[in-house]
């Protein structure tokens, strides 16, 4: 019984569309295994979406393991299958092809779950919400305009690939070991309909904050939806302030105290500019108006992320980002094996017959 649900769910998944397009497919069995049957000591955390663990991929020959990849597995909510996006595939496709530096590898899907499980590379650094409210005393300014410039590159990067994210957080910038930013959760709200996208943004209270106000009213998420959370991302930066901090009785709207501090010309009552050098209060000031500029309540009036783009490498000249090289593939791809669909061959045939080749028989 529980073979033919897989069975069922693989095709329903789209399971030929992405043996066709060569798209890494893992088995339901694989990704146990990986994370020792989702032990909660490999958790890392739970989102709208489902829970998150970390996993080792093994490779074995001749009993010895030649090499591991470290990996993350999202296991999604049994929700209501209405929930699935019909047309998830094409842009799982474009995730899964995607070369940018600053936007986390998705590795592989598994299809034989009710709704898929997504793998994607580990990042061992934390999140940039650690970094700001609980790793570092301090945070360099030249650090902070680094992971600004990156990671507007890796959404207008996004963007161009008519991919929305829908859920841009401080939590869900990631930090690699060389402290570059690698974006991620790209592929969660797509699964998700348009109808039903609202359940990614606002299914936890720690999104509060970052929730484009425009999208609340109209339910329709916009690449402008994305601008918005970037600025209030840039407004955290700048500040190392939280948002909106629900434990806090005498809470502050971060947000729009920064908005009228900025239009007032009285930063340094919401930003603590000591040690800063005059170039680099310089530097605030300009990022902190196109903050600004993203939070225009008016979706029309935001900027797309390739003008902030351009704009955070022409403040910040002295970034290594640079514009010409943010669509480069890797050039060091992690040592995994080739995923190879001839190995589960006859695409052509009944799909009962890949099915058995993919083990699922």
């Known amino acids: 019984m529980r073979v033919r649900l897989k069975r069922i769910n693989f095709r329903r998944n789209g399971g030929e569309f992405f043996l066709e397009r060569k798209v890494r497919i893992f088995l339901e069995l694989e990704l146990a295994k990986a994370t020792n049957n989702y032990d909660y000591r490999n958790k890392l955390g739970n989102g709208g979406f489902g829970s998150v663990h970390k996993g080792t991929l093994e490779k074995h020959k001749d009993t ?18 209405s929930l699935i996006n ?17 936007v986390v590898k998705l590795k592989g899907i598994c299809l034989e779950t009710k709704i898929p499980s997504l793998v994607y590379e580990y990042i061992p650094n934390g999140t940039l919400f650690q970094l700001i409210h609980q790793n570092e005393p301090t945070i360099s300014w030249e650090k902070r305009f680094k992971i600004a410039t990156e990671a507007a590159h890796a959404l207008k990067h996004m963007h161009s690939k008519k991919i929305c994210h829908g859920n841009i957080k401080s939590a869900n910038i990631l930090l690699d070991q060389n402290n570059s930013v690698k974006i991620s959760d790209f592929g969660t709200s797509i699964l998700m309909s348009p109808k039903h996208k609202h359940i990614v943004a606002t299914q936890k209270e720690d999104s509060l904050g970052y929730i484009d106000p425009e999208y609340l009213i109209t ?14 991302v840039l407004v955290e930066l700048l500040t190392r302030k939280k948002l909106y901090d629900i434990e806090s009785e005498n809470s502050i709207n971060t947000i729009h105290y920064f908005i009228s501090s900025v239009k007032g010309d009285m930063l340094s009552n919401v930003i603590d500019f000591e040690g800063a050098s005059e170039d680099e209060v310089g530097k605030v000031r300009s990022i902190a108006k196109i903050a600004v500029w993203c939070l225009d309540p ?5 900027p797309a992320m390739s003008e902030v783009a351009k704009e955070l490498v022409s403040i910040n000249r002295s970034s290594k980002v640079e514009e010409e090289n943010e669509d480069l593939e890797e050039e060091n791809e992690d040592p995994e094996e080739e995923w190879d669909p001839q190995k589960v061959s006859c695409l052509e045939e009944a799909t009962s017959s890949c099915l058995s080749c993919l083990g699922l028989d």
């Open 219 to 232: 339910r329709e998420l916009k690449t402008q939806s994305d601008v918005y959370s970037f600025g209030a």
């Open 86 to 102: 019909k047309d998830f595939q094409r842009e799982l496709e474009i995730l899964m092809k995607t070369r940018c530096k600053n």
């Open 64 to 81: 010895v393991v030649v090499w591991d990849t470290m990996v993350v597995v999202k296991k999604p909510k049994d929700v209501d299958k």
């Open 298 to 302: 008016s979706g029309a009036n935001r």
